[in-house]
């Protein structure tokens, strides 16, 4: 089965094409971070804007990177939640439009069930059951994945993301959006150990996260100081460490609970080496394995959504003509396959 994958779920044009057989055949995919860039984070209407004029040709550029064409495909999947209304909808309409005009079906994807199993697109990918940490700029949460649609979700944040809060910090430490990648190029030049940010939520049971304390600490203790580059690249530093060292804190937790030998590791905040060395320490130590998608699939893409679409339309769902989309979806609320 070939399948058009279509994500339009905030600030990220992403499209590709999935085989059931041979896997991953194309992606591309057009980021907004410049469009965004001067307002220091996702301006709603700018972002559906921006994806009405890039999708279309992105998927032009798709198919024509191929030897296929759009009639050879059996099927389309696009991001119905959650994330920005106007933005969904543009991706929603087009992909279920133009199914409809091929006479293939059509099915909604759930965009963070489209992260946790992005380490799937890889060579090397875990079995089920496995435990899945998913950081991004909306999300941050831990899930025990049984199988496709079968996730338990073991803990998640009582506020702020953990994407959200570096960015919000990188916003107060005037380093400019987004903020993962600002926060972590500072943090490089800082001094380890001139400030100590707490590790929230760490000094209590249990694998729920919060974020809004350690943005109120960054606040406070920038207003504290003159912020030359140093200064900033220290609080850089301490923020990092102490936002990654309470996600590895609960990963551990989560490991001696499920048992689990594998841990997946999933969304833009993935990204951060000093996450990815911590884990990989962690994974080492507890004789457990971590797996990540590569850089490029741990933000926004349309692989994942492709990947994931293919898997529920084999399994028989599709979706009605009428288009709808879901800004507020819980993971838990998703079904297995053929259910």
Not at 147 to 165: F, H, K, N, Q
Request: aromatic letters at 6%.
């Amino acid at each position: 089965m070939l399948v058009l994958g279509i994500e339009t779920s905030c600030d990220e044009t992403a499209v590709a094409l999935y085989d059931s057989e041979m896997g991953l055949l194309a992606h591309r995919l057009y980021s907004q971070v410049e469009l965004h860039a001067e307002y220091g984070g996702v301006v709603p209407e700018l972002a559906a804007r921006d994806h009405i004029r890039k999708l279309v040709p992105l998927i032009n550029e798709l198919i024509t990177s191929t030897s296929l064409a759009l009639p050879d495909l059996d099927g389309v999947a696009y991001t119905t939640g959650p994330g920005l209304s106007g933005a969904l909808l543009v991706g929603a309409s087009l992909g279920r439009s133009l199914a409809w005009g091929l006479g293939i079906p059509a099915i909604g994807v759930h965009h963070m069930e489209g992260h946790l199993l992005a380490p799937m697109l890889e060579d090397d990918k875990p079995d089920y059951p496995f435990l899945a940490l998913l950081v991004s700029g909306g999300h941050t949460l831990l899930a025990d994945v049984a199988g496709v649609g079968r996730y338990t979700i073991l803990g998640e944040s009582l506020d702020d993301a953990v994407g959200e809060a570096f960015d919000k910090a990188a916003k107060l430490l005037g380093l400019g959006y987004p903020g993962g990648p600002a926060i972590a190029q500072a943090a490089e030049s800082g001094t380890p150990d001139r400030f100590t940010f707490p590790r929230p939520m760490t000094d209590r049971p249990g694998l729920d996260f919060s974020y809004s304390g350690l943005k109120t600490f960054t606040l406070t203790t920038a207003s504290k100081h003159e912020l030359d580059e140093q200064t900033v690249a220290d609080i850089a530093l301490a923020f990092q460490e102490a936002a990654t060292d309470s996600l590895v804190i609960k990963c551990r937790r989560a490991i001696k609970q499920t048992g689990h030998y594998a841990l997946v590791v999933a969304g833009g905040v993935g990204a951060n080496q000093s996450l990815r060395s911590k884990l990989a320490a962690l994974a080492k130590k507890e004789n457990s394995k971590v797996y990540f998608p590569r850089p490029e699939f741990c933000t926004d893409n349309g692989a994942m959504i492709a990947q994931i679409g293919c898997l529920r339309l084999q399994g028989g769902e599709s979706d009605p003509l009428a288009v709808g989309v879901r800004p507020r979806w819980r993971l838990s609320e998703l079904e297995q396959p053929g259910v």
